[in-house]
């Protein structure tokens, strides 16, 4: 960055954070809020077309859906929700720490969200394990425990774990990128680079990104768990 | 402005290679060009590949129109002739329409129209070329490695369960390709709303950014919905998660409804850029401020907002209720009301104005009459009725292609003529490009308005013969000559193009004297478009009606346009130099 900046002599400052288009901080910064925005409007249209399948299909099938959700563990599914949760909380106090510029506070933070998102892929690969484990993954050989479908009709049953498979996929998906993701802002973080010591809102961008991941799983939750009977 | 004065001595410099920097002088090496963040660069490297891929889809074209100028055929077989409609469509689509114009001319002109050193994602933007290349790759890498046979549209259950060919590869390309456009759009809106330039207010901005703003809407609120919904398909091929498997209960219905809410948007993303390059094309050769500014401008909104309303009236025929039909086929009607705001207002600007017919001119005035025909037969389709006799015939195969070609290619020929200059630093030869504007409306006329005839007949679109109607031979023919007399009009101007790269005369700052930010830098500009950031004072379009009077009439009686003189002098002083 500092050499795109030194690439460039306009003699508009030089704030080594700043990219050599802006004109100021103030700019830059605008445009990275403005972006991450439209980034997510574009996220929400994403999941948004997903929602819509469901709810398609929820409608069409609600008893055999209600059965066949019976099978997921709603245990598992709550423990998760409140890990997200919590991970939303401490990336908010990222942020925090980053207006204050306390580097330890920061990186304690991040890495406290770190081990809740690894804790989320570690209870989705344990839920997963078990629905393999009792054929419920949609193919050919879904449904041969039927004990496990509880007496939803097979067909009906298989569209539902494909959109529960497809659906929690994707958001664990999510949920990997914005592992990296915050791995990556952590190491800019430990090497004190301008980019995030000098301001908070590259560390708010990943924070936004992260909430978005959790509010996807808010809706993922009571849809996919916690269905009343119809 | 910067134009070379005649003084002898002054001139045996400039004929010796320049030493300003600019853009493109600023380096030479090859990872500059594939490491630059430069949205200029950047609109080369787009401006290559997608040529390519233009080429590679016009080919497909060309062995459509072969195959069906008998009534048997006679090259392809039918399952081949379904691989090559399909490329067409896909290559055609998704590497050429939904690219051109936003991310050649869009990301070359967009910063320098509201005076900013560059986009605001320079980096992001470079990553959107790469996500093109590799989506194009896959797409290519499926057609040459056995073909796809969906068409462009991907229905399912075909494209999920029976299609044996390349679906999963094409699409993984779209998918890929469609972050490209994404990304492309974050940044046109980012750019618009924070990049502008001292006293660059939204009403003083040229209508070319209003309409790429526009675009970046439809951009970001369709493309990803295309891409989950394409990629529902990849899931349900490679992962068996039946979502749209009829057989199971899913809704294959949905799939279209899904996939026409970005695929209808996305004939916006195709037609707004050439509105922007139309208003800009009609403004500066008509030297006249565009009639009606604002409503140009809101027009481009209504019709990114009305864009995502009206998807239903690709399905009339798709088992849709007939309320739905009724909904979709009204609010159809209303897209069309912003649409011929435009088409008016461009005719209203010609009214009293100093008409310069040069290339660009002649293309912008082909466009507004070849866009008035695909938008009127528009309505035919758009209505319940007529709809259901033209649907899936050469009638809508016509109808789309004067909107995409009559309209989006023309504008993009045209607006890569008007800014050619700006571009390279180089002038096209004018007399070779004027005739070659008028030879693509005739060979584009020639190849599609038979269309509408026998489609109207009832010949089939997709279809690779029709021995049970002979009689439609004839327009099957004169639709094959025309297009060959439009392929040679993409030919003369990609050689006469490249050849003014090297030979071309050099072009001064504003070789138009056109209005507009992008003229007050120099050809090509620096690195970083402009010196000094501007401070935009006047008011966008400006023209003072007297003085292009004035000047027009003076121009006339020395019978060499004076915006031209200055350029046709270098030129000349050139040619004595070799």
């Not at chain 1, 077309?49 to 709603?74: C, G, K, P």
């Not at chain 2, 077989?77 to 590497?95: P, Q």
């Not at chain 2, 490249?498 to 507009?516: D, E, F, I, V």
Request: charged content about 10%.
């Amino acid at each position: 960055m500092a050499a795109i900046a030194s690439d460039h002599g306009h003699g508009h400052g030089h704030d080594e954070a700043l990219h050599h288009q802006f004109e100021n901080m103030e700019q830059q910064n605008d445009s990275y809020i403005v972006g991450m925005w439209t980034f997510l409007v574009t996220e929400v249209m994403f999941f948004g077309a997903l929602f819509l399948i469901y709810t398609l299909y929820r409608s069409m099938y609600q008893m055999d859906w209600y059965l066949a959700h019976e099978a997921l563990n709603v245990q598992m599914g709550m423990v998760n929700t409140f890990v997200l949760l919590f991970s939303s909380f401490t990336v908010a106090m990222a942020v925090r720490y980053a207006q204050l510029q306390k580097k330890w506070g920061v990186l304690s933070m991040l890495a406290i969200t770190q081990v809740c998102a690894g804790a989320f892929m570690v209870v989705k690969y344990f839920e997963y394990q078990e629905k393999f484990g009792h054929h419920l993954y949609p193919g050919p050989g879904f449904g041969s425990h039927p004990e496990y479908l509880h007496g939803a009709t097979p067909n009906f049953a298989q569209l539902y774990f494909g959109l529960y498979f497809g659906m929690t996929g994707l958001h664990g998906l999510h949920v990997l990128v914005g592992m990296i993701v915050i791995g990556y802002l952590m190491a800019k973080w430990w090497r004190n680079s301008p980019m995030v010591t000098k301001d908070y809102i590259p560390t708010e961008l990943v924070g936004l990104y992260w909430h978005f991941v959790d509010l996807v799983w808010i809706f993922l939750f009571p849809l996919m768990y916690l269905m009343p009977k119809p | 402005m910067s134009a070379i004065p005649a003084d002898p001595n002054v001139t045996a410099v400039s004929a010796t290679p320049r030493t300003e920097t600019n853009y493109l002088n600023a380096d030479w090496s090859i990872k500059s060009w594939l490491l630059t963040g430069d949205h200029k660069r950047i609109a080369i490297l787009y401006l290559v590949s997608v040529s390519f891929f233009f080429f590679l889809g016009s080919i497909a074209a060309g062995l459509i129109r072969y195959e069906l100028t008998a009534p048997a055929g006679f090259i392809l077989e039918s399952e081949t002739y379904n691989k090559v409609f399909s490329a067409h469509g896909i290559i055609m689509v998704f590497l050429f329409l939904i690219v051109a114009i936003p991310a050649i001319l869009g990301n070359f002109l967009l910063p320098l129209m509201i005076g900013a050193r560059d986009m605001a994602f320079p980096r992001l933007n470079l990553l959107s070329w790469y996500l093109f290349m590799i989506g194009g790759a896959c797409i290519m890498g499926g057609m040459i490695n056995g073909g796809v046979d969906s068409g462009w549209t991907f229905y399912v259950p075909y494209s999920s369960m029976y299609a044996n060919s390349n679906v999963t590869m094409v699409l993984t390309g779209i998918f890929i390709a469609g972050f490209s456009s994404i990304t492309t759009g974050i940044n046109f809106i980012v750019t618009t709303h924070k990049m502008r330039a001292p006293g660059m207010t939204w009403f003083r901005l040229p209508l070319m950014v209003w309409a790429l703003y526009a675009t970046g809407v439809v951009i970001i609120l369709g493309t990803p919905v295309v891409a989950v919904t394409l990629l529902c398909i990849i899931f349900e091929r490679v992962f068996h998660l039946p979502i749209f498997s009829a057989e199971l209960g899913g809704d294959p219905v949905l799939f279209q409804h899904l996939f026409w809410f970005y695929s209808h948007p996305a004939v916006y993303i195709m037609i707004l850029p050439a509105f922007g390059v139309q208003s800009e094309l009609i403004a500066n050769f008509a030297r006249k401020r565009v009639f009606g500014y604002h409503l140009i401008a809101f027009s481009s909104l209504a019709i990114a907002g009305l864009g995502f309303l009206v998807w239903g009236h690709h399905m009339f025929i798709s088992s849709e209720s007939m309320y739905q039909g009724v909904v979709f086929s009204l609010i159809s009607f209303l897209v069309a009301i912003p649409s011929a705001i435009k088409v008016f207002n461009w005719t209203a600007t010609l009214y009293k104005g100093n008409i310069r017919l040069q290339t660009p001119m002649i293309y912008a005035l082909g466009f507004i009459g070849l866009f008035t025909i695909g938008g009127l037969t528009g309505l035919f389709l758009g209505c319940l009725g007529t709809d259901v006799h033209l649907t899936n015939t050469y009638f809508i195969v016509a109808h789309f292609h004067y909107v995409m070609v009559g309209g989006a290619v023309t504008a993009f020929l045209g607006g890569l003529h008007y800014w050619w200059p700006k571009m390279t630093g180089r002038l096209y030869p004018e007399s070779i490009a004027k005739w070659n504007a008028v030879l693509v409306f005739i060979g584009f006329n020639l190849t599609f308005f038979p269309q509408f005839i026998v489609g109207f007949m009832g010949m089939p679109r997709r279809y690779h013969y029709y021995y049970f109607a002979p009689e439609f031979q004839p327009y099957h023919i004169m639709s094959t000559l025309g297009s060959s007399v439009l392929a040679l009009s993409f030919i003369i101007p990609g050689l006469y193009l490249t050849r003014s790269l090297s030979k071309g005369a050099k072009a001064s700052a504003n070789p138009w004297g056109a209005h507009g930010l992008e003229w007050e830098t120099s050809s090509p500009p620096p690195t970083s478009n402009f010196d000094q950031i501007p401070v935009v004072l006047d008011e966008v379009y400006d023209f003072d009606p007297v003085t292009e009077h004035e000047q027009d009439k003076a121009a006339q009686a020395l019978e060499v346009p004076s915006y031209l003189s200055n350029e046709a002098k270098s030129a000349e002083s050139e040619k004595e130099k070799r």
